[in-house]
């Protein structure tokens, strides 16, 4: 995931922003359609991902005549379109766009939509209502759409009631998107879609804006820098957190660091925002995180927060312990999640670099020193724990290979579920990897869609998408056909689809032990599916792996392939999602858990026993 950019002025693309909008043939665009789309062309949108229906059919009309701008990328469900246009937007830094039908289809835009809403990505959604004469008459596919999507795209909805309003509605749309990093709305009637395009008159009760935006330079005051050096000097055990919103301040968040003798952990969002090469980067944070970044947050005296909103206070220094200070663009999201002394609303990279000079090193190292001692004990216990044996194969070893291969300018996907924590724990981000999933929705049904945005985005990259057996069957196996029609125009056709096939819903087994519940075949059973066959199907490459002997094979043949792959990979279900840290007394309480009549009770015990043997007889394999 990637940093917002500065802002696309529509000259720069070869518009003269003094003229009337140009159609495809060089005369004014014919239909109000044909506006709403060149006029979403000179804000720089170049990729719209829909699915059609007769509520839009004058927008889709319009996408023919204006193919060589606009390329119109068809999905299989509207969910997916949104999912696209929100991972755009992350692994671009540019607006994300979506199209859909009236009634059902803009229903189904939703899920999606909330997913850029929460990680706070530009997202616009143009979708189709009932022509205007027919509002208020319960007619077929008729749906408020105004309430429907107020909460979502709550910063701007607005319906096209005349072809004079577009203009206004297009530059509004994306502007707000970017300014408040969020969803906006255009809801397009019918009838409103043919009729003929016209600019407001220059007369009262007319709008007349422009579509250019420049990001502006966002930087605290000068006396709140120096307050937030003064607490971050007087500091003797300074720990940094950071988030997706300092993927544009790697450099500074390392010296930062490196100044004030701090160890760097992660929000799962901001994995890539700095290296794990780095001795003292503890890694991710929370229940999928690591024991030194644990540590690092139970004893550390001063937190600096940068780019972040991770919400578990549980996670984060007690109350009272430590000083903090927190960086972020957005001004809502200051004091939020500890209650921080100084906040400091700037773009992280501006500001990390204005508060450095301010910034005393620290000489004594000792800190340092404890932290970089636990970041490689993690490292050789996640080895340890990824060498033991499972039936059939461990998934945390398929990671471990996966990261000793991933190239380093690959773009990772994950999905919802056991999946992130086995990619948190063994995947070693280095410098140029991007990676992002569903965050602060945490939805499922995300990777894919998000792999395929990433692919249309950087056609030369590697993706690699990160699925489990849950996702892929609801809603993955239909996203890739949509790899199966596009993939020839990608200039390196690598998209690699993993699915850790275990048959169940792993990660909700987990949380019902952990509430005191054995697992419910009834709902956590998945049925059958050979991932690798249906890929085949489709033209793909197709990968089935039952073996750990064949594990770094399949991935040695999947990173050489002539086309995307999808690995299918038979994986323990009952290898379990440890936190950090795990005591005697934890253990015991959770085995008693087992003892009420788990299904999955003999190989689960077997398998925790095994990991709790390497945390703490580490160098001892299975």
């Not at 749309?173 to 600019?199: F, G, H, N, S, Y």
């Not at 430590?322 to 990279?349: C, F, H, K, W």
């Not at 489709?538 to 594990?551: A, N």
Request: net charge negative; charged share 25%; aromatic share 6%.
């Amino acid at each position: 995931m990637i940093s917002r950019r500065g802002g696309l002025f529509a000259d720069r693309l070869g518009y003269n922003m003094c003229t009337r909008a140009k159609g495809t043939r060089g005369h004014m665009a014919d239909t109000t359609s044909d506006f709403l789309l060149d006029r979403l062309a000179q804000w720089g949108v170049r990729r719209v991902f829909g699915y059609p229906g007769d509520g839009i059919n004058g927008l889709i009309g319009a996408f023919e005549r204006t193919k060589d701008r606009i390329e119109f990328i068809q999905v299989r469900h509207e969910e997916m379109a949104a999912f696209m246009a929100c991972a755009h937007a992350k692994f671009t830094g540019e607006v994300g766009v979506c199209v859909a039908t009236a009634g059902p289809g803009a229903i189904h835009l939703l899920n999606g939509l909330y997913d850029a809403k929460m990680d706070h990505q530009p997202v616009v959604a143009v979708v189709g209502q009932a022509a205007r004469s027919a509002i208020g008459g319960d007619y077929q596919q008729e749906v408020d759409l105004q309430s429907l999507f107020k909460d979502v795209a709550h910063e701007y909805v607005y319906t096209a009631m005349t072809p004079v309003q577009i203009r206004h509605l297009v530059d509004r749309a994306v502007r707000i998107a970017r300014t408040q990093r969020t969803v906006t709305a255009i809801i397009l009637p019918k009838d409103v879609q043919d009729l003929k395009a016209a600019e407001p008159p220059r007369q009262h009760d007319t709008v007349h804006s422009s579509p250019i935006y420049t990001e502006p330079r966002i930087m605290p005051a000068d006396i709140d820098l120096q307050r937030a050096a003064d607490v971050l000097n007087a500091g003797e055990k300074v720990a940094l957190l950071v988030g997706s919103g300092a993927s544009n301040a790697t450099d500074e968040v390392l010296e930062t660091a490196d100044v004030l003798g701090a160890g760097i952990a992660k929000a799962l969002l901001g994995k890539t925002v700095v290296p794990d090469d780095v001795p003292f980067v503890t890694g991710n944070i929370g229940l999928l995180g690591t024991a030194a970044s644990s540590y690092m947050m139970e004893h550390c005296d001063t937190l600096l927060m940068v780019g972040t909103s991770f919400p578990y206070a549980e996670f984060l220094p007690k109350e009272g312990l430590a000083r903090g200070v927190q960086v972020d663009i957005d001004g809502r999201m200051l004091g939020l999640r500890y209650p921080t002394e100084i906040n400091l609303q700037g773009d992280s990279r501006e500001t990390l670099r204005a508060l450095l000079p301010l910034l005393e090193r620290k000489e004594a190292r000792k800190w340092r020193e404890q932290i970089e001692e636990r970041v490689h004990a993690w490292w050789s216990l996640m080895d340890e724990r990824a060498d033991t044996s499972a039936d059939p194969i461990n998934p945390e070893y398929v990671f471990r290979e996966l990261s000793k291969r991933v190239p380093n300018d690959a773009i990772l996907t994950g999905d919802a579920g056991t999946i992130v924590v086995w990619f948190a724990r063994q995947i070693r981000a280095r410098r140029g990897m991007m990676w992002s999933l569903s965050g602060g929705l945490a939805s499922m049904g995300s990777a894919v869609p998000y792999s395929i945005a990433a692919k249309f985005a950087h056609p030369g990259r590697v993706v690699i998408a990160l699925v489990g057996d849950g996702a892929m069957q609801m809603s993955g196996l239909n996203e890739l056909i949509t790899i199966s029609k596009y993939w020839r125009r990608w200039a390196d056709p690598r998209l690699i689809v993993l699915v850790l096939n275990n048959g169940e819903l792993s990660m909700v087994s987990w949380e019902l032990r952990v509430a005191g519940e054995p697992k419910f075949k009834d709902s956590q059973d998945l049925p059958t599916l050979d991932y690798a066959a249906f890929a085949r199907s489709l033209g793909l490459r197709g990968i089935r792996v039952e073996d750990p002997d064949d594990v770094g094979r399949a991935w040695d043949d999947a990173l050489s392939a002539d086309r995307p792959v999808v690995i299918d990979a038979l994986v323990d279900p009952n290898m379990p999602t440890l936190p950090p840290h795990i005591t005697v007394e934890q253990a015991r309480d959770f085995m008693s858990t087992l003892l009420k009549g788990d299904p999955n009770q003999a190989g689960i015990i077997e398998q925790t026993v095994k990991q709790m043997l390497a945390a703490v007889m580490p160098h001892k394999r299975d």
